[in-house]
């Protein structure tokens, strides 16, 4: 007699809130010493591009290079989480991370931009690996709560990312003490970071979120669709126009704080700050995107994810606006990087939550990854025209054509969720 097939294992709700609660720290744990390697590479990479390279243009470049490596990382990211668990998709894009830092504190050495550009793509896993970390929240989530859960480990970058851009400059003296070439530190220091956040994954992030949700929800531990990450993803986002509705956001809302923002240290650095004036804009910059996401997480499950997106296009047109008319006033471009934080978080969450609540367990990591890949993308592609903006027509044009973008963005969201709704995947 042929004895049936076991059954998995289902775990109390008292086990699962407590698994849940023990992913919320680790991965706020790794999300804060994560943060820091971002920021503190972030503050002074397109700054240290224009000085090896001579070009305020080819300077643009160096966002566009983070931004692309995050976007190229996140379908593998993506789909070994659908095949392993969130444990081995994150730990793929941490050690990227360290690598590109390794090989950007290489070509610093040897003075070569293009070397350094490369290097840059690598570190762009510490991004992707951010950005997975806010969707391994959400797997243990109770119904109605992914925002709030997804928000708490955005809100936990705050620590690592306001730090990060103001130990730049520490980072660079003890560096330079060390024997390494001047705003080599910073890289350095940003590969002990990933290197950290790496070990705090692999070692406490048990059991895996995503291995014991489908195994709750009967799935098998597998990557859907055979692997075929991208096919599974389109075919969900065919039947699914509130998915639909999310990833555009997402991607408007990224693609506008990526290009100001990359762009506002040439700027300011230009107008003759110094690097400690640069460092604190973008550390106020990155409290709007993070200090205030527990918020944005209660009030997107509470009045429901597309109104707090609607909020998010509101606040970017209106940092949009600030930053294209500042000219020399630090201040009004502070307080421009502040409100484009707040409504990247915005757009961040609130899409985020609605696209883990669109789609089934079984298809969510395709579509996740897909979802990262395209608003890496687009911020690729923004930071890269920024550049041509900001070294052909100024900074002032750059905040007129976001501000285009965002409005555009948020006026089909407003008409198309009037539609009656279909039924998610």
């Known amino acids: 007699m042929t004895n049936a097939p076991a059954k998995p294992a289902v775990s109390s709700p008292d086990r699962i809130r407590a698994v849940q609660r023990r992913t919320l720290v680790v991965l706020s744990a790794a999300q804060i010493v994560g943060g820091v390697g971002i920021a503190v590479g972030l503050a002074l990479s397109s700054v240290v591009v224009d000085r090896l390279s001579g070009s305020t243009v080819i300077s643009g470049l160096a966002g566009t290079a983070t931004v692309l490596g995050a976007a190229l990382l996140a379908l593998p990211t993506a789909k070994v989480s659908g095949s392993g668990g969130r444990r081995a998709g994150l730990s793929l894009a941490y050690v990227a991370a360290l690598t590109g830092c390794a090989i950007s504190v290489l070509a610093i050495s040897l003075h070569t931009w293009p070397l350094l550009l490369g290097g840059l793509v690598l570190v762009g896993g510490g ?213 484009l934080g707040l409504g990247w978080s915005c757009g961040l969450v609130a899409g985020s939550a609605l696209v883990t609540e669109a789609v089934g367990i079984d298809r969510r990591p395709a579509v996740q990854g897909l979802s990262d890949l395209l608003m890496n993308v687009c911020g690729a592609t923004g930071t890269l025209v920024a550049g041509s903006i900001v070294g052909l027509l100024g900074y002032g044009t750059l905040g007129l054509v976001v501000g285009v973008m965002v409005g555009t963005a948020g006026l089909w969201l407003v008409l198309t969720h009037r539609r009656p709704p279909r039924h998610p995947a």
């Open 127 to 339: 991004s992707a690996a951010s950005l997975a970390a806010r969707y391994a929240a959400t797997d243990l989530a109770p119904q109605g709560r992914s925002a709030r859960h997804l928000s708490l480990v955005v809100w936990a970058s705050t620590v690592g990312s306001v730090a990060g851009p103001n130990l730049a400059k520490p980072a660079d003296q003890i560096g330079m003490r060390l024997g390494l070439v001047e705003t080599a530190g910073p890289f350095a220091f940003a590969a002990l970071a990933f290197g950290l956040a790496l070990v705090v994954v692999l070692g406490f992030l048990r059991p895996d979120p995503l291995v014991l949700a489908r195994t709750q929800n009967g799935t098998p531990n597998a990557a859907p669709g055979g692997g075929r990450t991208v096919r599974t993803a389109w075919q969900v986002l065919r039947t699914t126009p509130a998915a639909r509705r999310a990833l555009v956001m997402i991607a408007v809302s990224h693609t506008a704080m990526v290009s100001i923002m990359s762009m506002t240290p040439v700027k300011l650095h230009h107008d003759g700050s110094n690097l400690d004036v640069i460092g604190i804009v973008i550390s106020l910059h990155i409290a709007g995107m993070y200090v205030l996401s527990p918020v944005v997480g209660w009030l997107a499950d509470r009045a429901g994810k597309v109104p707090v997106l609607v909020l998010g296009a509101v606040l970017l047109l209106a940092a949009a606006a600030l930053a294209g008319t500042a000219g020399h006033q630090v201040w009004q471009v502070t307080t421009a990087l502040v409100l």
